[in-house]
């Protein structure tokens, strides 16, 4: 078992809507947890960046954290066609050396026009 | 400003060929990392660097060598490539290994092995 799992999608909707993505983990000791967003070819680039439980906001992005359930979430209002990408979810301890990541798999999003 | 540059951008290998993947940041960052994205897979940690001169083996170290060559610079090395190791490579660096930091990634490097 993965210790973060997610949907892979992909997921599409149309422009405007209200997205939800969503990973589960199992490290009890994961501390810090982030979306990425990564467009076709690229590298990911951070999106959100939550520590412990509790929300996130920044503009049309919201990121959740449920650590009682080990649940990591991220909404997107007003979907773009912009939006359009993989996002992935990570998640660290604060003692692992070297402070690695572990990333989900990404789920793949598409905001149709 | 450039942030992470990985050459090259695609590569393909014979199966037992070598290579050497190179990565170089132009952020003063101490910690340096080697990930492999496959399909459905996300990003799993090949090697990282938390500072100049040292080295630590991540998830799936197996096949791979690296060189911290400076605070810059941070290569991956396939001694001798095999079709499991056909994947897309990114190196990313952060500020340090605590706290709030974020990490940056470069463009990628697809590699095919046949």
């Known amino acids: 078992q993965k210790e973060v799992e997610q949907d892979p999608g992909p997921l599409s909707v149309p422009e405007g809507a209200i997205v939800s993505l969503n990973c589960t983990y199992s490290n009890s000791a994961f501390q810090y947890f982030m979306w990425y967003r990564q467009y076709s070819r690229k590298g990911p680039e951070l999106l959100m960046y939550t520590y412990s439980s509790g929300n996130k906001e920044d503009g049309r992005f919201t990121a959740q954290v449920d650590k009682s359930s080990k649940y990591i979430s991220l909404f997107i209002r007003d979907s773009q066609p912009s939006d359009s990408a993989t996002y992935l979810c990570?998640?660290?301890?604060?003692?692992?050396?070297?402070?690695?990541?572990?990333f989900g798999g990404g789920t793949r999003l598409m905001v149709k026009p | 400003n450039a942030g992470v540059t990985q050459t090259p951008k695609f590569q393909v290998l014979k199966t037992g060929q070598s290579m050497t993947l190179q990565c170089a940041q132009d952020?003063?960052?101490?910690?340096m990392y080697w990930y492999r994205q496959d399909p459905g897979m996300g990003l799993r940690l090949i090697y990282y660097s938390a500072s100049e001169g040292t080295t630590d083996k991540g998830e799936v170290p197996n096949g791979y060598n690296v060189s911290r060559l400076n605070k810059r610079e941070f290569s991956l090395r396939l001694e001798s490539a095999a079709p499991s190791q056909t994947s897309v490579y990114f190196c990313a660096s952060r500020k340090g290994t605590g706290g709030r930091t974020e990490a940056f990634f470069g463009q990628g490097t697809r590699l095919t092995v046949v």
């Open positions: 990570a998640s660290r301890g604060t003692n692992n050396a070297g402070n690695m990541l572990t």
């Open positions: 952020m003063n960052h101490n910690s």
